[in-house]
């Protein structure tokens, strides 16, 4: 079983990192600045440096990281790309980027990252087996979903909310298992 999963792994990665190969950046050219700052990007994930850009509203700056970050990804220079946010647009903005490209051939799992509170289907958040009916016995219904993930790309809000329903999941607790297999995730 554990063979066969990491097949199912790889088969992906692959498919992955040939639809990365065809990636070209999303937009017909490049704003002011943007080549530039995605160099950089490129070349902090190659050198494993850290990155300090500022760069004003509509400058590109989602297109300019996720675009070179992808390309670290195929190339081996990363496991992951997280695309770490202070507000929900900013979030928006990544998710718009990633299916900017999704539509020019990016196969990738992408999920974003909700607060507990925000998915919890109870009136109250109490995370124990004697509270919540998901919470009983989730892990032994998680391996099930997490085989159905894998058939599907698109990660988002709706898809893991009918998935948890489906399978009787915590959907906050599914979303950290598939944060782990995820090849781009969008978070606070």
């Known amino acids: ?3 066969a999963w990491q097949a199912r792994l790889l088969d992906h990665r692959k498919a992955r990192d040939a639809s990365i190969a065809r990636l070209a ?4 050219e490049y704003r002011p600045g943007q080549r530039e700052m ?5 070349t902090a ?3 494993r440096k850290r990155l300090f850009a500022v760069m004003p509203t ?3 700056k989602s297109a300019a990281v996720l675009y070179p970050a992808l390309k670290a990804l195929e190339q081996g ?3 992951q790309v997280f695309c770490l946010s202070a507000r929900g647009t900013q979030q928006l903005s990544m998710q718009n980027e990633i ?3 999704r539509g020019q051939g990016l196969r990738l799992h992408a999920l974003t990252l909700y607060a507990k509170e925000k998915l919890c289907p109870m009136e109250q958040v109490r995370c124990h087996p ?5 919470a009983d016995g989730h892990y032994d219904r998680q391996r099930a979903a997490l085989e159905e993930a894998l058939d599907s790309e698109n990660w988002e809000l709706p898809w893991l909310l009918a998935a948890a329903e489906k399978h009787r999941l915590c959907p906050f607790e599914f979303s950290l298992a598939l944060c782990e297999l995820a090849d781009s995730v969008v978070c606070d």
């Not at 995605?38 to 490129?42: D, E, G, I, S, T």
């Not at 004697?130 to 998901?134: G, L, T, W």
Request: charge should be positive.
């Open 77 to 79: 220079h990363s496991r």
């Open 99 to 101: 299916a900017r490209m």
């Open 38 to 42: 995605a160099a950089q990007v490129y």
């Open 25 to 28: 950046f999303p937009y017909p």
């Open 58 to 60: 509509g400058t590109g």
């Open 1 to 3: 079983a554990w063979a």
């Open 45 to 47: 994930i190659t050198r």
């Open 130 to 134: 004697e509270y919540c009916p998901r």
